[in-house]
């Protein structure tokens, strides 16, 4: 069993900044892939970017591209997620998943992915 925890979210005005961290306990693997999610009310759960635990790739949604970047600490089993230039439609519960790492698969679908989060409010005022 693999626990995730999300820390980093709050409140921020419109071209502000967060750092968003997931950190993994229990039981581990040697190869991860790791991901973030947001949530807005009624809308689906939507891909954000996610990164490898073993092989430096990275993957992002257009929305964000340029503006969030992900990042890694293999030794503490965290994985950032840095924003910058937040828009108010940026706002949103957002979920750091993982998942073992297999090769050819991006992980931008939620179904990728085993292991949740219960996630961290991020919310940005206009």
């Known amino acids: 069993q693999v626990q995730l925890v999300e820390s980093g979210g709050g409140l921020v005005q419109a071209g502000g900044s967060l750092r968003l961290s997931c950190t993994a306990s229990?039981?581990?693997?040697?190869?991860?892939?790791c991901g973030w999610f947001r949530q807005a009310p009624g809308k689906e759960r939507e891909f954000v970017a996610a990164?490898?635990?073993?092989?430096?790739?990275?993957y992002y949604a257009d929305s964000v591209k340029g503006r969030f970047t992900i990042s890694r600490d293999n030794a503490k089993n965290t994985v950032y997620l840095q924003m910058n230039s937040l828009k108010p439609e940026d706002t949103a519960i957002y979920l750091c998943?993982?998942?073992?790492?297999?090769?050819?698969?991006?992980?931008?679908?939620?179904?990728?992915?085993?292991?949740w989060g219960q996630g961290t409010q991020v919310t940005v005022s206009s």
């Open positions: 229990g039981r581990t693997f040697s190869s991860y892939a």
């Open positions: 998943a993982a998942a073992r790492l297999q090769l050819f698969v991006t992980y931008q679908l939620p179904n990728d992915y085993s292991y």
């Open positions: 990164t490898t635990w073993s092989v430096d790739r990275t």
